[in-house]
């Protein structure tokens, strides 16, 4: 999976930095424990810290590309993620002549580029994020994935750019602040509204899903690649949906390719439970081993768990459901919830910025137990998204909101602000802001009213608001682990079709996922396909709950505590002495660890606030 990094500057000698760019690199140690890589010339120096998946022998990079005429550079690429259609685009560039020398996706993004310049992003099917240095036309391009389910961070400064995977690598450069303002801590405050191209700290920006950018000494220019296009949907039902069939099982017959262990996260709902299933049957048909599964639960959670709005029954009876059906080796990893604070740190520093406190560490710890065993896993993260899993796209055909459907509700978002923040920032009207911005971009349909209407907007909202804040979470808490986490249902030709698809179809039968449901009722037991949607497993132990509420104290009568400037110390001691601060609703996560998080990311990072 890898962490990237670099430095492009038009007026200083950047070989000579080699100090700075080995500082920037190690930041994503982390991302890729396999080996580090620089390479450097004039203008630019590029790091790369590897994670080994493909070739693994053969694989180091930075990699260059060389002329078969004088054996000079010609272009460099450090590059993340993986191009899941490598094997097809090699055989096309193997047939126009090229030659390779490694086994590796890498080589065979250099050699599209070759062929067919920056259009060869157009081709490239999986999860990515690269910068290649065309060394004749001393243009540098940085891309991101369409989906962006890899990260790509990047600031310009007075003669230049430095970029990464994570702000941490821009920030070690010297050149970046470490700087929040309004915008930002929007951002901190609030959960799945960030605009795509927002980074948090307000000197940095974010490669936008789907985008190329080229910088070159004359300036810089941003090509949007890929966008969902909306149009009629003319396949009847049988043919919608043995078209999601074949689109999913070719989406994870690709990401079963590893020379590394590969295995899948199995949570028993209809989601992962289908990756499981064809992920089974492609390595079976392969004459690999039996698929390894991966399962969480919280300890005392047969006795301690109760319902609410996402979480309507244990995992454990359905993933035994799926194991026994399935045949896979099955591990079921069971965390402690009073170790979940102890983590905080961790996941703040995997994640850069505050993240959610509980929902980070629970699949930190996850990730950390599958590493043990694994380097590549599986996971159904994007389904519910395409397809509409969430209860919150039932209640918005039912009764339309005027907002972001999944924090419909949430009352009074200023309530946890100081009383100095509220006068120059106010949540609610941020956010509408924010919502109007989204429902402007929206990719209309004419002459579509009503609930089809409004459901293609809800779905928009979903892929370009909710899912990179499940994207995010799951790149930094497995790669803090050094573990890539792929994700078939974020393949882009699957989101394409499906985006178009009307929403009484998509809710076949009735049921939310019902048309991915029926596209996989044949490889699962019936009490798994119809299961209801069920979310991530949260802990609520008194150990954990009660050790959140004595940091949080400290936190409130500590006089040098930065996060008190911006949080109103009533509202937190209000939460602090109730009982019931876990509300049992997804929105807004429980307050108190996620402040402990804010205190923790302005002491570590040193951040300034710039209202």
């Known amino acids: 999976m890898c962490g990237i990094t670099g430095w492009l500057d038009w007026e200083r000698d950047v070989s000579g930095q080699a100090g700075v760019l080995s500082r920037m690199t190690e930041t994503l140690a982390l991302r890729g424990p396999d080996g580090a890589g620089a390479w450097t010339s004039a203008r630019i120096?590029?790091?790369?810290?590897?994670?080994?998946?493909?070739?693994?022998?053969?694989?180091?990079?930075?990699?260059?590309?060389?002329?078969?005429?004088?054996?000079?550079?010609?272009?460099?690429?450090?590059?993340?993620?993986e191009i899941h259609n490598f094997r097809?685009?090699?055989?096309?560039?193997?047939?126009?002549?090229?030659?390779f020398r490694t086994g590796t996706d890498t080589e065979v993004l250099l050699a599209a580029y070759d062929a067919w310049g920056e259009d060869a992003v157009t081709r490239f099917a999986g999860m990515f994020a690269f910068a290649l240095w065309d060394v004749a036309r001393q243009k540098l391009l940085l891309a991101r994935d369409p989906l962006g389910i890899k990260p790509l961070y990047y600031a310009e400064h007075a003669t230049g750019v430095v970029f990464g995977s994570e702000p941490k690598a821009l920030l070690a450069s010297g050149l970046v602040a470490a700087e929040v303002d309004a915008e930002g801590l929007v951002d901190v405050f609030t959960v799945a509204a960030k605009r795509p191209g927002d980074a948090v700290f307000s000197s940095m920006r974010e490669v936008r899903p789907g985008h190329l950018l080229a910088f070159e000494a004359g300036g810089t220019r941003v090509h949007r690649y890929w966008q969902l296009r909306s149009a009629p949907h003319e396949d009847d039902v049988p043919t919608t949906v043995a078209r999601v069939r074949e689109l999913l099982g070719r989406a994870v017959a690709e990401q079963t390719e590893a020379d590394v262990p590969l295995g899948a996260l199995l949570s028993g709902g209809i989601d992962s439970s289908a990756i499981t299933a064809l992920g089974a049957g492609a390595l079976a048909a392969a004459g690999a081993e039996p698929l390894a599964t991966y399962s969480v639960d919280f300890a005392g959670s047969e006795e301690e768990f109760t319902a609410d709005a996402l979480h309507v029954s244990r995992d454990a009876p359905f993933v035994q459901a799926v194991v026994g059906h399935l045949g896979t080796k099955h591990t079921e990893v069971l965390?402690?919830?009073a170790s979940l604070l102890g983590v905080s740190g961790t996941t703040l520093a995997a994640r850069d910025v505050p993240g959610v406190g509980d929902l980070d560490a629970s699949l930190y710890l996850l990730f950390r137990d599958v590493r043990r065993h694994l380097t590549v896993a599986l996971s159904g993260e994007g389904a519910d998204d395409a397809f509409g899993g969430y209860p919150w796209f039932a209640?918005?055909?039912?009764?339309p909101t005027d907002g972001f459907p999944w924090s419909a509700g949430v009352q009074d978002r200023n309530a946890v602000l100081s009383a100095q923040l509220r006068q120059s920032l106010d949540l609610h009207e941020r956010l509408d802001n924010r919502y109007r911005e989204a429902l402007a971009e929206v990719p209309r349909l004419e002459g579509e009213t009503g609930t089809d209407r409004r459901m293609r907007e809800v779905y928009y909202l979903q892929q370009t608001r909710f899912l990179p804040f499940l994207?995010?979470?799951?790149?930094?808490m497995s790669m803090a682990n050094g573990l890539e986490v792929r994700v078939p249902f974020c393949d882009h030709r699957l989101v394409d079709y499906v985006w178009n698809v009307?929403?009484?179809?998509?809710?076949?039968?009735?049921?939310?996922?019902?048309?991915l449901r029926s596209a996989v009722e044949d490889l699962l037991p019936a009490e798994v396909v119809h299961r209801p949607k069920s979310g991530f497993p949260v802990g609520k132990s008194s150990a954990y709950l009660d050790s959140v509420r004595e940091a949080v104290s400290a936190m409130i009568g500590d006089p040098g505590s930065p996060a008190m400037d911006l949080l109103d110390a009533g509202a937190l001691r209000a939460m602090v002495d109730n009982k019931d601060w876990f509300n049992g609703a997804f929105t807004p996560p429980p307050v108190l660890p996620r402040a402990l998080q804010l205190d923790g990311w302005m002491r570590r990072y040193g951040v300034r606030v710039v209202l």
Request: hydrophobic share 30%.
């Open 45 to 81: 120096g590029l790091g790369h810290r590897r994670l080994a998946v493909i070739d693994v022998e053969h694989g180091q990079q930075p990699m260059p590309a060389y002329s078969p005429d004088d054996g000079r550079e010609t272009a460099v690429v450090t590059f993340s993620g």
């Open 395 to 399: 209640g918005e055909a039912r009764q």
């Open 88 to 99: 097809q685009l090699r055989g096309e560039l193997a047939a126009r002549g090229h030659r």
């Open 335 to 337: 965390v402690e919830p």
């Open 502 to 515: 009307p929403w009484e179809v998509k809710r076949l039968g009735g049921q939310e996922k019902g048309l």
């Open 471 to 476: 994207l995010d979470r799951k790149d930094r």
